[in-house]
């Protein structure tokens, strides 16, 4: 562990389904207090019943003021913010002729324009918690599409490799000061992920047949893997594919 006695509070943004849900619940589960966005409170209210010490934050965070609505929500709670994790994001899949400027806008302000906005918010409180405690730690889940663009999903896939680029200029800003930041790049993984979309569902079927997908329990080690080194070592990039997928 990177840590000396203090309990580490961490900030996981999707947590009402898939991967952020998985992620809130691994990091309670290691001794980290939790402070769980997404939109559907209802949903959060179930995580916090299966655990103390998950807080629920029900916040669109694509919204005026959310990023400093959601740090000072935390700091309220628990005093300090050591983790972030940005998971909350959504795919589409569309002939980019089709693909009207305001879907763009949409998708952007939650995959790339939160990420970008929620982390500066955090980055004070990091830095403090990185002089309290040695390090802190930004995991942002970008896709393997944000490695390797995919016809049909220019939208998704620039949104992924920006996150990529900011997560790397952050990384080189702030390696001085002991901030780690890890870019996580998940193939397929079964969640509610592209659940109104027809091509997205079906690819996901395909993949199931072929015994090619991921658990969201695999990305929340993997973030856990990051957040939890040793203070000298960071984990500044990971991709997690299912194994059969190619
Ligand atoms: N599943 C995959 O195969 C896969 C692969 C690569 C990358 N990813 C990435 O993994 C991340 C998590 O996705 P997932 O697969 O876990 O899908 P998911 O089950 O649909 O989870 C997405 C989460 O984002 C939240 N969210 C969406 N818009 C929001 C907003 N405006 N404000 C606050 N929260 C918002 C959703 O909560 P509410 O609806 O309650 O707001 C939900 O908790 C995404 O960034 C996705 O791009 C997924």
């Not at 943004?13 to 939109?39: C, D, E, K, Q, Y």
């Not at 919204?63 to 994001?89: C, E, K, M, S």
């Amino acid at each position: 562990m990177t840590t000396n006695t203090t309990t580490r509070t961490a900030i996981v943004t999707g947590a009402s389904s898939g991967i952020g849900r998985a992620t809130a619940t691994a990091l309670a589960t290691a001794g980290f207090n939790v402070v769980a966005i997404a939109r559907r409170a209802d949903q959060l209210d179930s995580l916090t019943i299966d655990s103390a010490a998950i807080t629920a934050l029900p916040l669109d965070l694509t919204t005026d003021g959310a990023a400093a609505q959601a740090v000072q929500h935390t700091l309220a709670a628990f005093g300090r913010i050591d983790v972030l994790v940005n998971a909350a994001g959504y795919g589409a899949n569309a002939p980019s002729e089709s693909v009207p400027p305001a879907e763009w806008d949409r998708l952007f302000a939650i995959n790339v324009n939160a990420v970008a906005h929620l982390t500066s918010a955090a980055l004070p409180h990091l830095l403090a918690s990185a002089r309290d405690n040695q390090v802190a730690d930004v995991v942002t889940i970008s896709s393997t599409a944000g490695l390797s663009a995919e016809p049909g999903a220019a939208a998704y896939s620039s949104s992924k490799f920006a996150v990529r680029g900011l997560m790397e200029a952050w990384r080189k800003e702030y390696a001085s000061r002991d901030i780690r930041f890890c870019t996580i790049y998940p193939g397929a993984v079964v969640t509610e992920f592209g659940k109104d979309q027809q091509f997205i569902r079906d690819w996901y079927a395909t993949m199931k047949t072929q015994g090619a997908v991921a658990h969201p329990d695999d990305v929340a080690r993997a973030v856990l893997f990051a957040a939890t080194q040793p203070a000298h070592a960071s984990v500044s990039e990971l991709t997690l594919r299912p194994t059969r997928q190619i």
